[in-house]
């Protein structure tokens, strides 16, 4: 659904969201699913910081061809985007997927989504119930699924993602794009996403 969604996008086929809620070309059943995932996409996804990071995406999904890394660039684009994917994915999936954790389940995001409200002012005030935490976290792991990071049904088994020479040069293109050229890169806060260790990502740049 996301890389058909990029794909519509960059080749400029006209109204998107037509095509999402009336014509429903994904075949969900309800139009109000329809409309929050075309609001979700809308901002998650075909949101842009810049030109320079339109064009890295544009490049890649002016049209689809398997062969490319298109589950990274979606992983990272809403990593960010979207500030609860992203908190999330940092200081839960990959704290565990660096500290070699071998599987997660919805209840471990669900209490983590719990402590973050505890601790974080900004999702504090989101005033999240047990009816409305549950869906995410299970729908996170839907994410992380689809996505290739992780498997199985209830509990989730994390995968080890090896990234190649041609990624990581296209992880090191988005940083830049979205943090200018000037930034120091070796320590930046963004680089977990890369899936590669602090001492391994440095040893890589300096190649």
């Not at 794909?7 to 037509?18: M, V």
């Amino acid at each position: 659904m996301i890389h058909e969604s990029l794909r519509s996008y960059f080749n400029g086929e006209s109204d998107l969201k037509k095509r999402f809620v009336e014509d429903n070309i994904f075949g969900i059943r309800t139009e109000e699913g329809r409309g929050r995932f075309y609001r979700g996409i809308k901002s998650s996804i075909l949101t842009f910081q810049n030109a320079e990071h339109e064009e890295i995406y544009c490049s890649f999904f002016n049209t689809l061809d398997q062969a490319l890394p298109y589950n990274l660039l979606i992983f990272w684009q809403l990593s960010i985007n979207n500030r609860l994917f992203n908190v999330i994915s940092k200081n839960f999936y990959l704290k565990y997927y660096f500290n070699g954790k071998l599987s997660i389940t919805g209840h471990d995001v669900f209490y983590f989504m719990q402590d973050l409200k505890e601790k974080d002012e900004d999702f504090e005030s989101q005033n999240w119930t047990k009816k409305t935490t549950e869906p995410v976290a299970s729908k996170y792991l839907t994410v992380l699924r689809k996505l290739g990071l992780v498997e199985g049904v209830q509990k989730k088994q994390l995968l080890h993602i090896q990234i190649s020479d041609q990624e990581f040069t296209v992880f090191l293109y988005l940083l830049i794009a979205i943090y200018g050229e000037g930034t120091n890169f070796l320590n930046h806060e963004f680089n977990i996403f890369s899936f590669v260790s602090n001492e391994s990502f440095n040893e890589r740049v300096k190649l």
